[in-house]
């Protein structure tokens, strides 16, 4: 957690959660303005809200989170560079060209044998959009801010994680000048898989720590189209 880290909030990211506070009170002006045009849209009918989670959801799964696989792949088929990862990630991850806006600031989280990484904003949305592209409506939702920092085992369980009890759970509070970027475990099985071929493991979720990479049974039933 880093409390101590306000800059680009204006506001303390170790508030308590006791308290019954206004969600929308963070938001900027211009947010709330979208807000409320997107609102009134939505009320007069003008935009459906499932087709714009869609367009969302084509951004995010389409267009941003392939940038972290790759960085992730790159670090599970080369140590240097994982390595690199581990000192600077900032510098190994903008050596791929994904840098800028809401990515100045990176730390790579490797997930062992004995920690799982899980991050969040508690405070609003802070995400790594070089690597992930957009936060996922959850990701922004209140209850996931408030409930993976107190019950974060549930909330990897809501996700349908379960992990093993002797596996510590670390959660990652994101601030403004800090950007997390969750690196999961390599499957078994992929001893002998290219770089390319093991980004297409790498799921949105697993590099937020709500779920794993898959496994490649998992990849193959995907790709049939089953579930
Ligand atoms: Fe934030």
Known sequence: ?????????????????????DDHSHLSEQEARVRALQSLLVAKGYLDPAALDRIIETYETEVGPRNG??????AWTEPDYARWLA?????????????GRQGEHMQALFNTEQEHHVVVCTL??????PVLGLPPV??????YRSRVVIDPRGVLADFGLELPAHLRIRVWDSTAEMRYLVI????EGTETWSAEQLADLVTRNSMIGTGLALTPEQAARLKEGQP
């Open 1 to 21: 957690m880093h409390p101590s880290s306000q800059q680009g909030h204006g506001k303390s990211h170790d508030h308590d959660h006791d308290h019954d506070h």
């Open 138 to 143: 959850w990701y922004k939702s209140a209850p």
């Open 124 to 129: 609003c949305s802070c995400y790594p959009w």
């Open 87 to 99: 000192d600077d990630a900032t510098a190994a991850i903008a050596s791929l060209g994904h840098q």
């Open 184 to 187: 999961p475990r390599r499957p």
């Open 69 to 74: 696989a790759r960085v992730v792949a790159k």
